[in-house]
């Protein structure tokens, strides 16, 4: 009988930093990625995430408490799964809040909470991962999580808004920076996801707009970032890909337009 050859994994042994991997779309990449043999280093501020991921896991996990806005609690982490695992192959940014608030009623310290998360902090997550990539000289994938809020505009999301597209921004230039190193950079862009935290009833809203019909499952999402950091993914850097279930191809769920069609 012919044996069929078992294809290795083509994430065995690789070394992936997921911060925002205690919840949501970063926990199902972390699930993810484990399943394929991967090292995970999870950052996230949410202690109780990080415990209930150490109670799951026995190995090829490293969880670290820390907040993407302070650059030395980014650098201590990633000195940490150096020394560990003797470097990184691969970033996932998903760390991200998404409250809502109209813009004249937004304090400034709300504005800067938003854009501290969202934006600033995959600058300086970004910044040195890319830094000891380049001194490692093995090239690499970053993938941020955008959101289709960065070009699609809701009532009450204008700090959200302004966070994502200047997210977006910042992975395209990186992709241009670090293109001579090999390292590639692309952006998921979500549109509505499966969350604890969305309103019920703007799921449903929602849900009418999306040509697929419903929210995705965060293990989609993740399997987007297997797809764009897989070894089959060679050539495609700097890109925004929407994971949204059509929603950003036009405007789902109208009438016909013209009084004669039948
Ligand atoms: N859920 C959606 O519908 C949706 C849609 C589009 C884009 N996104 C984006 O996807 C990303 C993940 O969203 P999610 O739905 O998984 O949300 P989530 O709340 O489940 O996960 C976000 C994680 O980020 C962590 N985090 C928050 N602030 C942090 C900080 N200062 N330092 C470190 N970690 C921090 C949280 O503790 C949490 O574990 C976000 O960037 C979000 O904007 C979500």
Redesign the pocket.
Known sequence: MKEVAKQLSDFEGKRLLI?????????ATVNHFLSKGAKVAV????QE?LTKLENQYQQDLLTME????RANEIARALDIMVEEWDGIDILVY?????PDMRIIDMEEEEWDRVLD??LK?AFLTCRNVAQRMIAQRSGGHIVT?????YQSARIGSGH?CAS?AGLVMLTKVLAFELADYGIQVNSI???????E??DPSYVQTFSKRIPLGR?AK?TEVSGAIEMITSSLNTYMTGQIIPIDGGLSSGHYGLPNSNKQAR
């Open positions: 911060t925002g991997g205690a919840s949501g779309i970063g926990l950052f996230d501020i949410n995430g820390g907040d993407v806005r998903s760390a991200g809040i998404f998360i969202n902090g999580i955008s959101s289709g809020s959200y994502k862009a979500p549109g509505l996801v499966e969350s935290l969305l929210p965060p």
